[in-house]
C-alpha cells in the first residue's frame, strides 16, 4: 500500500464525508472541523493534486454560478482506488493502535 501523507489521508477522509459537495472550501472546513487546523487553500491543493495524480481521485468541473462569483467550481470524488487506499488506511490504523493503552503518567519518567 502507497504511504500516505497525514494531509492526503485527511483530504480523502473529508471528500468521503462531504460526497457530492467535496469542492476546495467545504474540504478545508471539514478538515478543521475535525482537526482543528486550519490550511490555506494552497496547502489543500497540493494533496489534492497528488491524490489525483496517483488516481485515487476524479474531478468534475461544473459551469459557473453566480453564487460563486461566476467562477467555475472544481468537485473532488473519491475512485475505487481511493476508497480501496482509505479501507487499507483504517486496517493499518486499527492495527497499529491495537492494545495502545494511555501509561500512567509519572513525573519521575519524564525528561
Not at 468541473?61 to 482506488?81: A, C, N, Q
Not at 476508497?83 to 493499518?92: C, E, G, I, T, Y
Amino acid at each position: 500500500m502507497k504511504t500516505f501523507t497525514k494531509k492526503e489521508e485527511q483530504v480523502l477522509l473529508a471528500i468521503y464525508h462531504l460526497k457530492d459537495e467535496a469542492y476546495l472550501i467545504p474540504i478545508r472546513e471539514m478538515i478543521k472541523k475535525f482537526t482543528g487546523k486550519y490550511y490555506s487553500v494552497g496547502t489543500i491543493y497540493a494533496p489534492l493534486n497528488r491524490l489525483h495524480s496517483y488516481g485515487y481521485l476524479k474531478t468534475c468541473v461544473e459551469k459557473p454560478d453566480s453564487s460563486f462569483g461566476g467562477k467555475p467550481i472544481k468537485y473532488y470524488r473519491l475512485t475505487r482506488d481511493g476508497l480501496a487506499a482509505l479501507k487499507a488506511l483504517k486496517r493499518q490504523n486499527e492495527l497499529m493502535w491495537k492494545d495502545f493503552k494511555v501509561p500512567a503518567f509519572s513525573d519521575k519518567n519524564s525528561s
